[in-house]
């Protein structure tokens, strides 16, 4: 499960907007992002691999984000 509240503060963080964030991971819209954001569908290994890279993610974080036992 995605932590949702630690993904949308790096992502604030970033600056950058949802839809180019999308466009680098292969999704066609910021839509198809807020979905795997809440949860609705799952973030695929490359994608994530990417995500750490444009948005600064940790080890650490990473897991806490990617891998919660809990959905915030």
Same mark, same amino acid.
């Given at each position: 499960?995605?932590?949702?509240? /630690? %993904? =949308?503060r +790096?992502? =604030?963080?970033?600056? +950058? #907007?949802?839809? @180019? &964030?999308?466009?680098? &991971?292969g999704?066609?819209?910021? +839509?198809? /992002? *807020?979905? #795997? &954001?809440?949860?609705k569908? =799952? @973030?695929?290994?490359? =994608?994530?691999? !990417?995500?750490?890279?444009? %948005? #600064? !993610?940790? *080890?650490?974080? #990473?897991? *806490? &984000? @990617? @891998?919660? %036992?809990?959905?915030?």
């Amino acid at each position: 499960m995605t932590n949702t509240i /630690l %993904l =949308e503060r +790096y992502i =604030e963080k970033s600056g +950058y #907007k949802k839809s @180019f &964030i999308a466009k680098q &991971i292969g999704l066609k819209s910021a +839509y198809g /992002l *807020a979905r #795997k &954001i809440n949860n609705k569908s =799952e @973030f695929k290994a490359t =994608e994530i691999g !990417i995500l750490c890279s444009l %948005l #600064k !993610i940790g *080890a650490k974080d #990473k897991d *806490a &984000i @990617f @891998f919660s %036992l809990k959905v915030d």
